[in-house]
């Protein structure tokens, strides 16, 4: 049986100094060895970064023009620039970008949301990293072996409304595989590859939420990992080559 457990009393972090005893002291009669630990990014980077001030930005002349075709404040516009590897595509009021974790979203995955008045937060530039410190955190200061999620909410392709994904991974593959194994009716499957962290992620979001829940850790337990695979978020990023809508 697989369990969802949220990590209660999680205060609004926003001291460097303490924010990782907090967190430590938060798991510490809860996580178990196999937990799964989906920790949504936003309070790391209200208090770590990148976090932007807007006020404090001034707009080059590119954000300034797409500013100008959106309707958009130039300040905001100017932070998804910073933010990007790429612009993808413009319009329909919002500007569809590759950010600096190689994840194509919906301005290049900025929230103002939980940032703080007047502040605007991005993702890690290496969530990957982070899940890895986090890990072996946990592992010396409470002796437990877990696997960690770094998650973000973001929307999809032709698909209306957000779901949470897996932008860092540590412990775990991001992906497990399906291909060479029979189906139900002895066909062998082909091409089949599972996004477990995204899956993982999502479920957490049930309890997580978007709003004022205060739940930004999220135990997940009994869940049975297959360490097949590589131990990299980036994995689920489809290549340029790759993708069918640009």
Same mark, same amino acid.
């Given at each position: 049986m697989i369990s969802i457990i949220p990590v209660p009393n999680i205060p609004i972090l926003n001291d460097e100094?303490?924010?990782?005893? +907090?967190?430590?002291? @938060?798991? &510490? !009669?809860l996580i178990e060895d196999k937990d799964v630990l989906v920790f949504a990014h936003t309070p790391y980077s209200r208090v770590f970064g990148p976090k932007y001030t807007i006020n404090n930005i001034i707009p080059s002349e590119k954000a300034k023009e797409i500013a100008e075709s959106l309707e958009k404040d130039p300040r905001k516009i100017e932070i998804v620039l910073r933010s990007s590897n790429q612009v993808i595509k413009t319009g329909r009021n919002v500007i569809i970008a590759e950010n600096k974790a190689g994840i194509v979203c919906a301005n290049a995955g900025l929230?103002?949301?939980n940032a703080g008045l007047g502040c605007v937060i991005a993702?890690? !530039? !290496?969530?990957d990293k982070l899940a890895r410190e986090m890990r072996s955190l946990i592992k010396k200061e409470l002796n437990r072996d877990v696997i960690i999620i770094i998650s973000d909410t973001v929307g999809r392709a032709l698909r209306k409304g957000a779901v949470n994904i897996g932008i860092g991974v540590?412990?775990?593959?991001?992906? &497990? @595989?399906? +291909?060479?194994?029979? !189906?139900?009716?002895?066909?062998?499957? &082909?091409?089949?590859?599972?996004?477990?962290?995204?899956?993982?992620?999502?479920?957490?979001?049930? +309890?997580?939420g978007q709003t004022d829940e205060a739940s930004?850790?999220?135990i997940i337990r009994g869940y049975e990992v297959n360490f097949e695979g590589e131990e990299s978020a980036r994995v689920l990023n489809r290549p340029e080559d790759e993708r069918l809508f640009k």
């Open positions: 100094g303490t924010f990782w005893e +907090i967190i430590i002291s @938060s798991l &510490k !009669d929230d103002e949301s993702i890690p !530039d !290496d969530p540590a412990g775990i593959p991001a992906m &497990k @595989s399906e +291909i060479g194994k029979p !189906d139900l009716f002895g066909y062998t499957m &082909k091409v089949s590859q599972i996004a477990i962290a995204d899956e993982l992620a999502s479920a957490a979001e049930l +309890i997580q930004p850790l999220v």
